[in-house]
């Protein structure tokens, strides 16, 4: 048996490193020797998320690139945007394994990440190295990778829901409508009124359209799915939930597809994936089966009425759509 990798993560304080510790604590190949935060500095796993044995231990620390670096061969950055892209250029340079969960590495076009995150990318040079992180996808480039970028949770619902579509050409790049609802943790760690809990609870509401800053990422990666390129409407929702993500998604297929050939190409296409679970028969997803769990539901329908095809995609925001995630791509 190898050795356990020494992994550190950066940025532990929020939703998204919360989840990346308690999973990562427990991972039989990897041994957290570094956990960050400037916030959290001096407390332990112990009190802060209830973690037991050894590992709750651990204190966090507020370390400095080159610090965190001489304690881990592996690093996880759940860091703001921008910020994550500069230290991960940094570690990148000092030779060490990344996988970032913001979107700093997403983007392969800077001046597509500057429009949509309002600022020029850091390290621009470092785009051409990163692997989008969504082992469905790309698992062999994964494999061979040195700096990951995981996935945002709104794109890997509906890149789940679209490429199996999408690669066996029984849908094209165009009327593409998908529409998202997610828990609150999505939106992060963060006091604005928005999101306070008078705000969200008993609350359903639309946001971020119709430019939302996911859309890019999401045609981005359907278009190499593809082979050409793809438009969609992207709608995103903020569900009075703490965690979780049910995506709609509706598109035009090819004439004569069937109800039967278009499941046969989602059950075939995901036949080895233990993280993808295509429901058949009358189930649908259902975010309260996937909360707290890494992994996706998806089930596929076909609307004769107007001939487009249905896709519904469940998933818990932190779990496949986040740390969960990184964590498969390890």
């Not at 998204?16 to 400037?38: D, K, W």
């Not at 705000?199 to 800053?213: D, F, S, V, W």
């Not at 995630?325 to 390890?330: G, I, R, S």
Request: hydrophobic fraction near 40%; charged fraction near 20%; glycine fraction near 12%.
């Amino acid at each position: 048996m190898k050795s356990p990798v020494s992994i550190a993560i950066v940025g532990a304080s929020g939703y998204t490193g919360e989840e990346l510790v308690r999973i990562c604590v427990r991972h039989p190949g990897m041994q957290v020797t570094a956990v960050t935060s400037r916030q959290l500095k001096g407390k332990t796993l112990s009190e802060t998320l209830a973690i037991g044995g050894a590992a709750g231990a651990i204190r966090f620390e507020d370390l400095s690139t080159a610090e965190v670096a001489q304690r881990a061969e592996v690093l996880f950055l759940a860091l703001p945007h921008g910020v994550s892209a500069q230290m991960g250029g940094e570690l990148r340079a000092a030779g060490k394994k990344v996988f970032d969960l913001s979107a700093d590495f997403r983007l392969k076009d800077p001046k597509l990440y500057e429009t949509t995150y309002g600022a020029a990318h850091p390290v621009p040079s470092r785009l051409a190295e990163a692997v989008y992180g969504l082992p469905e996808i790309h698992r062999e480039k994964i494999k061979k990778a040195d700096l990951v970028a995981c996935p945002g949770c709104y794109p890997t619902t509906a890149i789940l829901g679209l490429a199996p579509a999408l690669r066996s050409g029984l849908a094209g790049g165009e009327g593409i409508v998908i529409s998202s609802m997610s828990g609150v943790s999505g939106a992060g760690k963060k006091t604005e009124t928005e999101y306070l809990f008078a705000e969200c609870n008993e609350n359903l509401r639309a946001y971020g359209i119709p430019h939302h800053r996911h859309r890019p990422e999401i045609e981005q990666e359907l278009s190499v799915v593809a082979g050409g390129g793809v438009k969609v409407s992207f709608i995103p929702h903020l569900a009075p939930l703490n965690r979780g993500m049910l995506t709609s998604l509706s598109f035009p297929v090819k004439q004569g597809t069937t109800p039967a050939s278009l499941e046969k190409e989602y059950q075939k296409f995901y036949q080895n994936e233990a993280a993808v679970r295509v429901l058949v028969g009358e189930a649908l997803p259902e975010t309260k089966r996937v909360m707290g769990r890494h992994g996706a539901e998806l089930a596929v329908r076909m609307d004769g009425w107007t001939g487009r095809a249905l896709v519904v995609v469940a998933i818990d925001n932190l779990g496949k759509g986040a740390a969960g995630q990184a964590v498969q791509c390890f």
